[in-house]
């Protein structure tokens, strides 16, 4: 049996683990800080983000405004306890990262460059050209190199949590390259493992995007908030789903239709003009533009092609001078993966499923209910982001959030002494649920992609940007079925090194659970709010859903949801108003 | 009838043999694809014991490296339309251990990513309230090196590397450059005396092998000429004043 010991384990090692990391290495240095990773650090999804993080920097704006737009972006779900805290640590978290290194864009006086983006009132999106996420991710892993006390487990799989005593004491993982089993008992855990955008067929998300963090711990019975809000981003490239970063619209792109108009004008999202206005037509916020799209294609004025309709993105009359300097990452996805160049053509664009804003239930603190475990960022579920996330504030959220979790992390950690006994039986059992399910399953029959594809398919017919009481039902139906058949899984890989297919099963048994949660607090939430559209139920009703819903796993069948209010502090709910 | 192409791939499963082989597989033509798709319909349809690192598909991540036909590339970023019509030959990177099939062993960079001090060494650490100014020169002065995404493409095409596995190598050389250049950072002198025992180094011949292979344009042979020549100044700097302080 193989046993390691740490102060406080990471689960999980893109922007919000690193920051984490960071932050109990400076709350106590001497703390050993485990990080495990399914990946090496620097291929972490965060490395995708393109656009910018906002935060309040410039005389112009205030903490105020940068509220505002969040809690109106996210029609009024977010708690706004920790929206003000997010507006108020956001420069804070910001500057730390441009002292580590970070090569944010810049004016001509040296001062950081912001940008306008989607759903903000005021130009505040720091942007590092559009390879935001990649710059951030890499600064944050380079400094992490230089704390001593962190010891990485790269390419490692967690597999379960530790729980003993009512307190999370670690968790269980498999080593990738070796197979072998490894208890990492730790006095704190942080899970930082980012999103769940593979349950659907068509997402910008990469391919380790499949919310193992959410199910380790909704299987340890934490609760997973706000599930059914699941953002479909405008501007995907068909086939591969690349992300095209709002950040184009920004810098004054247009959205087109198959008559060369600009259709957003007829969705309540303000009126054309040549230079982009904030909180108005192509800058308003992603829920309303994706759904403008399904509107557009129900009209007949969206192009069809061989991977579904398509409107275009038209960002040729910004020049290549700006192209280049501002978006150079759209001009090489563009000219790599769709053979064209949009200094010259129009890029093809549809909705894309790109961000959970549901996630594991945390308060402000980053405390789940399970004493010494927390969570941060696209995992957890705070929530500023309520129904709708605004574009360039997930990326300030995983680094003032994941501070927030290592801090009280290490704080936490330091005062508990020792381990429960127990966590031995739970290593065996869970080292002998592996073998027995997985490598050295014989009579199974059923691929592991055929399952996947099912799942991918009910999800994107049932629970897509329209849902209704009926096509989620059948979803529910449809996963809980192949729930059943993954139980016969064929698994042609009984080899312990490296066995990518082992981890492509436990990966799958993790979105099938993420995809219950995700359904089923569709199916109780009967209103539509931000991206949560039900088109039985087409209004947004706070008399009885202004609530967080909690999803909680069941022995079998669906999960129980329940209900928590939100948190209101001084932004009574209101109309959400664009362009007007 | 669809076209077909075929990939021959090499395998290697040490549980299995000690040798390893090259294994055929006909897939359907897609002029969409890209090798990964590839790979990833043989994983899923035909053999689930192929053995790959990939994820975000979009030349970001750095994770898919391969040699195809000779040559490392990103596997997201090419397309099966450029080798037809076949057989294309995918290999793990070359000049790295092979942990399984196209898996191969990279903690060798890890380590020495850290010998670089890749993070940003001042003796002031600055306001919590203002960023560092820097304009944009000063950015565009040390910006293309910090573009690498670790892909390991340049060790597997560099030919010090092969011979020399202690030579720090191209990507963790730009990267020291990066921070040595950033106008925020004073750690300069401590970076270089990291590398002055590598003789990996001035052996690079600058035959520029490893930027012509980078997909992201990072050019670390220009980075390693330009550690030479102030590498070799510091050096007479040392012999003529030796009691010069140095941090």
């Given at each position: 049996m193989s046993i390691v010991q740490c102060d406080v384990l990471i689960i999980g090692a893109g922007g919000a683990g690193l920051r984490a990391a960071i932050a109990v290495s400076e709350a106590n240095p001497q703390l050993k800080i485990g990080i495990v990773s399914k990946v090496y650090p620097m291929r972490s999804h965060t490395v995708s983000a393109e656009g910018g993080a906002a935060a309040v920097i410039k005389e112009d704006d205030s903490l105020e405004h940068h509220a505002y737009d969040t809690i109106s972006g996210g029609d009024w779900l977010s708690d706004q306890d920790a929206v003000e805290l997010f507006v108020n640590q956001a420069p804070k978290e910001m500057i730390r990262l441009e002292h580590w290194g970070c090569p944010w864009s810049r004016e001509q006086n040296g001062t950081v460059a912001v940008r306008p983006f989607g759903g903000m009132k005021m130009k505040r999106t720091w942007f590092a050209a559009d390879k935001t996420g990649f710059h951030l991710l890499h600064t944050l892993f380079q400094t992490t190199l230089k704390h001593e006390n962190l010891l990485r487990f790269d390419e490692w799989f967690v597999t379960r949590l530790l729980v003993e005593d009512n307190r999370c004491q670690g968790a269980i993982a498999l080593e990738i390259a070796t197979g072998k089993m490894t208890a990492i008992k730790a006095k704190s855990t942080i899970i930082c493992t980012g999103g769940a955008g593979k349950v659907f067929p068509f997402t910008t998300n990469a391919a380790i995007k499949t919310g193992d963090g959410m199910a380790v711990a909704y299987r340890a019975g934490i609760p997973l908030k706000d599930m059914e809000f699941v953002q479909y981003h405008p501007t995907g490239l068909p086939f591969t789903g690349i992300l095209i970063t709002e950040a184009a619209r920004a810098e004054g792109g247009y959205l087109l239709n198959k008559d060369e108009y600009r259709y957003l004008q007829d969705y309540d999202l303000g009126k054309p003009s040549s230079k982009p206005v904030l909180r108005s037509m192509e800058l308003g916020p992603r829920d309303r533009l994706s759904q403008a799209f399904v509107k557009e294609q129900e009209k007949g004025r969206t192009y069809e092609g061989e991977y579904g309709h398509f409107v275009h993105l038209d960002i040729r009359h910004l020049g290549e001078k700006i192209i280049n300097s501002k978006l150079p990452f759209v001009r090489e996805l563009c000219i790599k993966?769709?053979?064209?160049?949009p200094v010259k053509e129009k890029i093809p664009v549809r909705p894309v499923v790109h961000y959970m804003m549901g996630g594991i239930d945390t308060n402000i603190e980053a405390e789940t209910v399970l004493p010494g475990l927390y969570a941060a960022g696209e995992c957890a579920c705070v929530s500023i982001n309520g129904a709708n996330r605004l574009g360039s504030n997930s990326l300030t959220e995983l680094l003032v959030f994941g501070a927030i979790a290592g801090r009280n992390a290490a704080n936490y950690a330091t005062q508990q002494n020792g381990f429960s006994k127990g966590l031995e039986a739970q290593y065996k059992n869970e080292a002998n649920r592996i073998e027995q399910n997985f490598l050295k399953k014989k009579e199974g029959k059923v691929k592991i992609a055929d399952i996947r594809k099912a799942m991918n398919n009910t999800l994107e017919a049932g629970a897509g940007i329209y849902r209704t009481e009926t096509s989620l039902k059948k979803s529910q139906e449809d996963i809980q079925e192949l729930k059943e058949r993954f139980k016969y899984i064929k698994m042609d890989d009984s080899s312990i090194t490296f066995n990518t297919e082992l981890i492509a099963a436990l990966e799958l048994s993790c979105m099938l659970d993420v995809a219950e949660a995700v359904i089923q607090s569709g199916l109780h939430r009967r209103e539509s709010r931000g991206s949560h559209q039900r088109t039985d139920f087409p209004n947004r009703d706070d008399e009885k859903f202004l609530t967080h819903s909690l999803a909680y796993q069941k022995e079998d069948g669906p999960p129980d949801i329940k209900f928590k209010p939100v948190t209101i502090t001084k932004w009574a709910p209101g109309e959400r108003i664009y362009g007007r | 009838m669809k076209d077909l192409i075929t990939l021959n791939v090499f395998r290697y499963q040490p549980e299995k043999s000690k040798e390893p082989t090259y294994q055929e597989y006909e897939i359907p033509y897609h002029k969409d694809w890209v090798i990964l798709d590839a790979l990833n319909y043989i994983k899923d349809q035909i053999d689930g014991s192929l053995t790959y690192r990939w994820s975000c598909r979009m030349g970001v991540c750095g994770s898919c490296g391969m040699m195809v036909n000779g040559k490392p590339v990103l596997t997201c970023a090419t397309f099966l339309e450029s080798y037809t019509p076949g057989p294309i030959r995918i290999e793990p990177l070359e000049n790295f251990p092979v942990i399984r099939d196209l898996v191969i062993d990279m903690s060798d960079f890890l380590e020495k990513l850290k010998k670089v001090k890749p993070w940003i060494i001042r003796k002031d650490v600055g306001s919590e309230d203002r960023e560092y100014l820097q304009t944009p020169s000063q950015l565009a002065d040390y910006k293309q090196y910090s573009m690498c995404i670790n892909c390991m493409l340049c060790y597997a095409a560099c030919p010090v590397y092969g011979l020399e596995p202690e030579f720090i190598g191209p990507a963790a050389l730009a990267l020291a450059q990066r921070y040595n250049m950033d106008?925020?950072?004073?750690g300069k002198n401590q970076r270089m005396k990291a590398l002055s025992h590598d003789t990996g180094i001035w052996q690079c011949t600058f035959v520029g092998d490893c930027s012509a292979v980078c997909p992201k344009n990072v050019d670390p042979a220009g980075a390693i000429q330009r550690y030479k020549v102030e590498g070799a100044s510091n050096w007479w700097k040392t012999l003529l004043l030796p009691y010069a302080s140095k941090d």
């Open positions: 993966y769709e053979n064209l160049d | 106008s925020r950072d004073e």
